[in-house]
């Protein structure tokens, strides 16, 4: 018995859905449907009704749910006893990120975890979603954030999402579209474009990206590589082209001043970035408060960040 299993049972009936729970948790239906499988054939009973349009709980659900509800409390309770002793702790944290989650959302959850444990110090190098995933899979770093899967022998946790969006020059050429508003790709489809490098993880959404199953950024005009995100939206800002990135790199328009960015019709590229570690080795005390810090920070905060998407 899993907690994973626990926590997709409990979620389930918390949200009356399968859906509904894996919205919750980060996860997809058919993953929550499987811990909750898992757990019933190692119980070796049914333990909610799937027919209907809500799930409920069977009788042996409902014997079980109040102990699943126990377990993970005390779960929660004996994290909070060893997240006590943080103040204590001292050393150095190795952190590994791809350039969205290190630019834009590492910073606050190192800010967060110093309160908590200020005798740490950090590490961060900051490179593209293969490299990351190289990193922690050669054990030159025990954790990392990064923006696409690959290798089986590593943990990927769902952290936080973000889209893709167009990035314009806030000119007189596209004054006609207001920021966030969303556009035909055929009024864009032969500008010159300013991509990211091999191996980011933008450029690995990008080439997955499609409109009514036709890949849109396939022959795009490409006049500039970059590793930079900033260096990129800098280049836009000066007209050398237009680009796909994560609308949280675009900013807000206060933020951006001299760029905006638009959304294009037909094109769903929501993007999970991932906090990844080892499944084979256990982490160090120092990653394994991290890691639960991160883990708390995104349950703290993913009804505001799917909310962006709405």
């Known amino acids: 018995m899993e907690f994973r299993q626990l926590e997709a049972f409990v979620n389930a009936v918390k949200y009356k859905s399968f859906s509904k729970a894996a919205d919750a948790t980060f996860l997809t239906q058919p993953t929550i449907s499987a811990h909750i499988n898992n757990l019933e054939n190692e119980m070796g009973t049914t333990l909610v009704n799937r027919t209907g349009r809500e799930i409920t709980l069977t009788k042996q659900g409902e014997l079980f749910y109040p102990y699943a509800i126990?377990?993970?409390?005390?779960?929660?309770?004996?994290?909070?006893?060893?997240?006590?002793?943080?103040?204590t702790m001292d050393g150095v944290l190795d952190l590994y990120a791809s350039s969205i989650p290190g630019q834009y959302y590492l910073p606050r959850l190192i800010g967060?975890?110093?309160?908590?444990?200020?005798?740490?110090?950090?590490?961060?190098?900051?490179?593209?979603s293969k490299t990351v995933i190289e990193n922690v899979m050669s054990q030159k770093g025990e954790i990392g954030l990064t923006g696409y899967k690959m290798h089986n022998s590593l943990v990927y946790e769902p952290v936080f999402m973000d889209e893709l969006v167009l990035i314009?020059?806030?000119t007189e050429r596209y004054a006609r579209w207001k920021m966030g508003s969303t556009v035909s790709f055929r009024d864009f489809e032969h500008e010159t474009f300013i991509l990211r490098e091999e191996g980011s993880g933008t450029k690995q959404e990008m080439e997955k990206a499609e409109i009514h199953g036709v890949p849109v950024f396939k022959n795009v005009d490409?006049?500039?590589?970059?590793?930079?995100?900033e260096t990129i939206k800098q280049a836009v800002?000066?007209?050398?082209?237009?680009?796909?990135?994560?609308?949280?790199?675009?900013?807000?328009?206060?933020?951006?001043?001299?760029?905006?960015?638009l959304k294009i019709d037909g094109l769903d590229k929501k993007r999970t970035f991932y906090m990844v570690y080892s499944k084979n080795i256990r982490l160090s005390p120092?990653?394994?408060?991290?890691?639960?810090?991160?883990?708390?920070?995104?349950d703290r905060n993913w009804q505001q960040d799917i909310g962006r998407f709405m």
């Not at 126990?70 to 103040?87: G, K, P």
């Not at 490409?222 to 930079?228: E, L, P, Q, T």
């Not at 120092?286 to 995104?298: G, S």
């Open 286 to 298: 120092i990653a394994e408060a991290f890691r639960d810090l991160v883990i708390d920070y995104r």
């Open 168 to 170: 314009v020059p806030d």
């Open 112 to 128: 967060e975890f110093h309160a908590k444990c200020p005798k740490i110090r950090f590490y961060v190098d900051q490179s593209d």
């Open 237 to 261: 800002a000066g007209g050398l082209g237009i680009s796909i990135l994560s609308r949280m790199a675009a900013g807000e328009k206060e933020e951006t001043h001299r760029i905006k960015y």
């Open 222 to 229: 490409v006049i500039a590589r970059m590793n930079s995100t």
């Open 70 to 87: 126990d377990m993970l409390h005390t779960r929660s309770q004996a994290l909070a006893t060893v997240q006590a002793q943080c103040e």
